[in-house]
Nanobody
Framework: QVQLVESGGGLVQAGDSLRLSCAAS????????MGWFRQAPGKEREFVSA????????YYVDSVKGRFTISRDNAKNTVYLQMNSLKPEDTAVYYC???????????????????WGQGTQVTVSS
C-alpha cells in the first residue's frame, strides 16, 4: 500500500510560481509512474502531467506545456511539479497519483493510477 502526501499549494497571483511536492511511502517508489491531476470546482478531474518510473519520459496536457515541469527524485521518494507563469485557470485542487502498470496512452487516464493523495489547493488570483 502506497501513501501519497502532497504539499506546496497556496494562494498566488497570476504570473507567480509554485512547486508542488508529493512524498510517497509504503511502496517501491522507483517502480511507479507518477502523475499529477487537478480538479477545479464544478469541473471534472483533469490530467496535468506524468513521469515514467525512470524519469526518462514526461507527459503534459497542452494547457501547461512550457509552464509546468514534472520531475522526480527516486532517492527521496518524491515527485515534483514546478508551476511557472500561473494563470487563474490553473486554480484547482492538485492530486498526485501512482501507477504500477501503464502505457504511453494510459498514463493520461485517471483509471490507470492505483494510489492517490489527498490533494493540495492551488489558487491563482488575477
Amino acid at each position: 500500500q502506497v501513501q501519497l502526501v502532497e504539499s506546496g499549494g497556496g494562494l498566488v497571483q497570476a504570473g507567480d510560481s509554485l512547486r508542488l511536492s508529493c512524498a510517497a511511502s509504503g511502496g517501491t517508489f522507483s517502480t511507479y509512474a507518477m502523475g499529477w491531476f487537478r480538479q477545479a470546482p464544478g469541473k471534472e478531474r483533469e490530467f496535468v502531467s506524468a513521469i515514467s518510473w525512470s524519469g526518462r519520459n514526461t507527459y503534459y496536457v497542452d494547457s501547461v506545456k512550457g509552464r509546468f515541469t514534472i520531475s522526480r527524485d527516486n532517492a527521496k521518494n518524491t515527485v515534483y511539479l514546478q508551476m511557472n507563469s500561473l494563470k487563474p485557470e490553473d486554480t484547482a485542487v492538485y492530486y498526485c497519483a501512482a501507477a504500477n502498470s501503464y502505457s504511453a496512452y494510459s498514463i493520461y487516464l485517471g483509471a490507470t493510477y492505483d494510489y492517490w493523495g489527498q490533494g493540495t489547493q492551488v489558487t491563482v488570483s488575477s
